[in-house]
């Protein structure tokens, strides 16, 4: 039995575990992420690889980090959330802890867990995986390996054009899916109804003390599962808008699986719902040909670690 390590490396906590090769998390480990101080991050993973590999034998560290990483899975050289700017992350874990080490995109890792482990096991092809947060993310599987792309920044899925000239993305475009498919987009869809129409949004806003503004996610979640119009609704649009970029992604790669994961999944068949009948209006034409599945991601919080302990036993 191999054993590796894999640490997911995100703005507010830093989580390691052992994994074995059939994708057991044997024991965890976890650090709150000093963000803004570039070495103390560097030095609280390697505390975690250090503590995870004292009692283990393991062979290899993947790192799993939220941003963009080089063609060679060994610099970070971009974390929004991160502080982090062409950062050798390989080089320093690898000379601390003596364990070869690769680094790759945190959406990247969830999605190889996914095609791995989870929701797309059953898959030996292809597979994409949506992961639905505050943002959009994702990653995409053909041929059997992640699709990174010339400078191993591909697979930006919350980025696609879907709106010309619509909402003011964080990339600086307009019209990215990101601003009609992910968690905030939910929250801003839900605020506007609750102000527009407050008589259909009243246990919405009883949760939220009368406020419209000071709704959250997980308000419109709670509201939704109690049958609060503005909130089911508000998830109905955030499942059309992402079902029609699934259809897309069946139209451009013909994967085996779609996968759809991330905090927002949590709602269950409130976005599922919705994501499947746009997905399958906008295929309406491929009815007599073979199409992927619209399936939920089920590793949950694990799959950073399970996709980047498993990606380290490849190198």
Not at 171 to 190: K, N, P, T
Not at 271 to 278: C, I, V
């Amino acid at each position: 039995m191999t054993l590796t390590i894999g640490v997911d490396v995100g703005g507010t906590k830093v989580a390691g575990g052992v994994v074995d090769d059939a994708g057991t998390v044997l024991v965890q480990t976890r650090r709150d992420t000093p963000a803004d101080d570039v070495a103390k991050t560097r030095d609280v993973i390697i505390e975690v690889v250090t503590e995870l590999a004292a009692g283990h034998a393991v062979e290899a560290v993947g790192i799993g980090a939220a941003g963009w990483i080089d063609a060679s899975r060994s610099t970070v050289l971009f974390a929004p959330n991160l502080a982090w700017r062409d950062e050798p992350l390989r080089t320093y874990v690898g000379d601390a802890t003596g364990l070869p080490v690769i680094v790759e995109n945190d959406g990247n890792v969830a999605a190889w867990a996914e095609f791995r482990y989870g929701a797309a096991r059953d898959a030996d092809d292809s597979m994409v995986m949506f992961t639905i947060g505050t943002g959009v993310g994702g990653g995409i599987v053909l041929g059997g390996d992640l699709v990174r792309g010339a400078n191993g920044i591909a697979a930006e899925l919350g980025h696609m054009l879907t709106v010309p000239d619509g909402h003011q993305c964080g990339c600086g475009r307009l019209g990215c899916i990101e601003q009609y498919a992910s968690g905030s987009a939910l929250v801003r869809f839900a605020r506007a109804a609750a102000r527009q129409e407050p008589h259909r949004a009243t246990a919405l806003l009883e949760l939220a003390g009368g406020e419209a503004e000071t709704i959250t996610g997980p308000m419109v979640t709670a509201a939704a599962k109690g049958g609060d119009p503005v909130s089911t609704e508000s998830f109905a649009q955030v499942g059309r808008w992402l079902g029609t970029s699934l259809a897309d992604m069946a139209q451009i790669l013909d994967p085996q699986v779609l996968v759809v994961g991330g905090g927002v999944i949590d709602a269950g068949d409130l976005l599922l719902g919705p994501t499947r009948r746009s997905f399958a209006d906008a295929l309406a034409q491929r009815s007599r040909l073979p199409v992927a599945e619209v399936r939920p991601a089920e590793l949950g919080n694990t799959a950073g670690v399970i996709g980047a302990a498993d990606l380290a036993r490849r190198i």
